[in-house]
């Protein structure tokens, strides 16, 4: 994988999910078998498990994690996306906002209770284990910017590819 080709100008967040099926047009679908998530789980130290709860209202997003009661807001921008026969490689535009912009009433278009495990390789790149309705879903998250090695990074995010798949 090659992450060099899909950044864009406006890219600070890579996700890489592993995936089972294709995508359909009508769904995405990148949970994987538990069986595979706890090989992989095993393989790493991840962090004890986090709980967070989603809420998505227009373009903004506020995530709130229960166990410290600290909250972010945030908006995400999908820049780019490629999608291989195990891989489903998103690219975005994430910009933190003030949470005086998602406003404090209960008028959201979306809400979402999920738990997280995280493995950090390093201060850029961490494997997760997201958890939702008892199915999981696991990606890399490669926090770019344009003064980084990126060809180091690319080959840390290779390697880990290459252990977990």
């Known amino acids: 994988m090659n992450i060099n080709n899909l950044i864009t100008d406006n890219t600070n967040v890579i996700e890489i999910y592993l995936k089972e099926t294709n995508l359909n047009l009508n769904k995405i679908d990148v949970s994987i078998d538990n069986k595979k998530v706890n090989n992989i789980l095993n393989k790493y130290k991840f962090k004890q498990e986090v709980e967070y709860v989603l809420f998505n209202k227009k373009n903004l997003i506020l995530l709130y994690d229960t166990t410290n009661d600290s909250q972010i807001i945030y908006e995400k921008t999908l820049e780019n996306y490629n999608e291989t026969n195990n891989l489903l490689t998103l690219c975005y535009n994430e910009k933190k906002l003030p949470p ?3 406003g404090c009433d209960n008028n959201y278009d979306n809400k979402m209770i999920y738990t997280v495990n ?3 390789v390093n201060n850029r790149i961490s494997i997760i284990n997201k958890k939702h309705n008892n199915k999981s879903v696991l990606y890399i998250s490669y926090k770019h910017d344009a003064h980084v090695d990126l060809e180091k990074n690319n080959n840390i995010i290779n390697n ?4 977990i798949i």
């Open 100 to 102: 005086y912009m998602f």
């Open 118 to 120: 995280e493995y950090k």
């Open 160 to 163: 880990i590819l290459k252990n």
